[in-house]
């Protein structure tokens, strides 16, 4: 998940695009309507207290070597949002609405042209338009203490990165997959029921922690985010994060460091047992439902190289691992690691290189499952148990409301998890792709 600017740096239908956006938007429009009618704000008054927002992201990928067959695929997503600051507004101290709306559209090109289920264009998922977000912010303790809940995911919350606008990849961006396949951690723009707070210990060190409700059943495509019922839901995501982190404004050499977990209380599906204990394929029952998995992780973003500290042209690294503690998973543990170089060439000092290189490896039961399965289909040889995706990307910045993305990607041993009837292996894939944001608040308001 990301737009441009990043929400993480905080946080197709067959209906017309614009009716579509206009049925969620509904939410945004009822919260002026309501400051509106308090008396408290007048209609002359409302960009003091409203900070409008809105974007467009599209990310065209085409497979051009390797994988499944060649092909290509454009996903996009329109973000309408707004801040309401509520202390201005009403005298709520330190208190912010936060009103989000989406609309996701296009294909995706992983499953029929690579052949995996990662993708490369991170946009693509949660199809449709979709109230993404209605929370309540507020602040305690002069701002050490803050406390946001409603209708959100938490993947804008927690192992999100700001770094994350410089990627197309859904392997590393917007949060590492691992989190995701292993699971039930919510993910933008499908909202549920949550919140998370922060404590800030001191000016740089800080402790989150949040729940939140799993949003599988909202997933389906029909789901517009207007249904707050909680009868579906089969449990919580706890995560939990202790972080050290700077900016461009208190720190020569901007970093973050972080370490945390999360616990899954929901239920998944074991990737290849039944609830007799054995191995679903052969004995042709159900995959067992279970209940209860965690994880761990360790992530790092540190500035390296900065020639001119009046400048933001540096270098700056990133790594994180991630790996389970318990439940029945299909990886066993993801590595990433990469780099964002800010300034290119002379003149061009915001324009970005960025790499990036993430590897997943996959558990034994689950490599066990795809194997029983290629037998059964008179396949041969034993999947993979490792899918390495890499991208480097350079980022064009034409002015501050539009940027223009184009990326190369290699990945190799394009898993099988998509399609478990496959009989054999697929070759590497080499992956073209571009991506493109739009401030479109920006270009309307400045």
């Known amino acids: 998940m990301r737009f441009f600017p990043s929400l993480i740096s905080e946080i197709s239908s067959r209906k017309p695009l614009m009716t579509k956006v206009s049925q969620a938007g509904s939410t945004c429009g009822a919260t002026i309507a309501l400051l509106l009618a308090s008396g408290q704000v007048s209609a002359k008054d409302m960009p003091d207290y409203v900070n409008f927002q809105a974007s467009y992201t599209g990310e065209a990928a085409a497979n051009v070597n390797g994988g499944q067959q060649r092909g290509s695929a454009y996903a996009g997503q329109l973000f309408v949002g707004a801040d309401f600051d509520m202390e201005k507004a009403s005298d709520w101290k330190d208190t912010t609405i936060h009103v989000a709306v989406t609309n996701r559209h296009g294909q995706n090109l992983a499953p029929k042209y690579i052949g995996n289920s990662t993708s490369v ?38 192992l999100g990165s700001e770094l994350c606008q410089y990627f197309q990849t859904n392997s590393a961006c917007g949060n590492p997959t691992f989190v995701f396949r292993t699971s039930n951690f919510t993910w933008w723009p499908v909202s549920s029921w949550g919140g998370h707070a922060k404590f800030w210990l001191n000016d740089k060190t800080y402790f989150h922690a949040g729940v939140y409700e799993e949003n599988t059943p909202h997933q389906a495509s029909d789901d517009h985010g207007l249904d ?155 999947p993979a148990s490792m899918q390495a995706m890499m991208e480097l990307s350079y980022g064009i910045h034409v002015n501050d409301n539009i940027r223009i993305q184009p990326n190369i ?22 992956v073209l792709g571009l991506r493109f944001d739009i401030n479109l608040a920006g270009l309307l308001f400045q």
């Open 121 to 158: 264009q991170e946009i693509y998922g949660g199809q449709n338009s979709r109230l993404a977000r209605f929370t309540v912010e507020k602040h305690f303790l002069d701002g050490q203490l803050q406390v946001e809940a409603g209708r959100t995911v938490a993947n804008i919350s927690f």
């Open 228 to 382: 707050w019922g909680v009868e579906d839901s089969t449990g919580v995501v706890l995560p939990v994060t202790l972080g050290y982190q700077t900016t461009w404004d208190n720190d020569d050499y901007p970093r973050r460091y972080e370490v945390g977990g999360w616990y899954d209380g929901a239920d998944y599906t074991d990737p290849s047992k039944d609830e007799n204990g054995d191995y679903a394929a052969l004995s042709g029952n159900d995959y067992a439902t279970r209940n209860g998995r965690s994880g761990v992780f360790a992530r790092f973003e540190q500035t390296v190289l900065r020639p001119d500290l009046n400048s933001q042209r540096s270098v700056t690294l990133f790594g994180a691992v991630l790996t389970g503690t318990s439940g029945e998973l299909i990886e066993d543990f993801y590595f990433k690691a990469g780099f964002v170089k800010r300034g290119t060439f002379p003149g061009r000092d915001k324009d970005t290189v960025a790499f990036v290189y993430t590897e997943q490896h996959y558990s034994h039961d689950a490599i066990e499952d795809q194997f029983i399965l290629r037998n059964l289909n008179e396949g041969s040889g034993r």
């Open 409 to 430: 990607h290699y990945i190799v041993n394009p898993d099988q998890f998509g399609d478990k009837a496959r009989q054999e292996d697929l070759s590497d894939a080499v």
